[in-house]
């Protein structure tokens, strides 16, 4: 797979390619003048068609790397997070879990770490505002790391 840097190299060719064709069109030496203008005018179009294309690609794979590292952080932390009822939580250096709720949700289909809060509206209620996924809030509860935790 092509890096980041190795597109940069191709633009900075076709950039080259394309300077020295408008050059050449701009240029008095052929018996057939129109023809080579018309022949270059395709080259440019043709080069500036191609920067177009690998401008794509690179956007694509600055992407897809971000979206490596995002999962990577994500598979890094999944010995540090344990489910407890209806919420996930941190596991302190004691290796139990301490703290505030994390949204299930959100870390199962997204792989982020979203703390829980109580609905405005109801206290028995706890939700990440972003996803919307309501949770009880005696099944998600902050967990003391000294306290014992019941399945």
């Known amino acids: 797979m092509p890096d980041i840097a190795a597109i940069g190299a191709v633009l900075s060719s ?3 390619a394309t300077d020295i064709a408008k050059l050449l069109r701009e240029t008095d030496l ?3 003048k129109a023809e080579l203008k018309l ?10 068609d191609a920067k177009i294309e690998v401008t794509e690609i690179q956007e694509l794979l600055a992407k897809r790397e971000q979206r490596i590292k995002s999962l990577e952080d994500a598979f890094q932390s999944k010995d540090s997070i344990c489910r407890v009822r209806d919420a996930y939580y941190v596991i302190n250096e004691n290796g139990k879990p301490a703290g505030a709720p994390l949204c299930v949700r959100s870390w199962d289909v997204e792989h982020k770490k979203y703390q829980l809060q109580y609905e405005a509206k109801d206290r028995f209620v706890k939700v990440y505002p972003a996803c919307k996924q309501r949770y009880e809030a005696r099944m998600a509860q902050n967990i003391d790391p000294n306290a ?4």
């Open 30 to 32: 052929s018996l057939e």
């Open 39 to 48: 022949k270059l005018a395709e080259l440019i179009g043709a080069l500036a």
């Open 148 to 151: 014992t935790p019941t399945a």
């Open 14 to 16: 076709l950039k080259t």
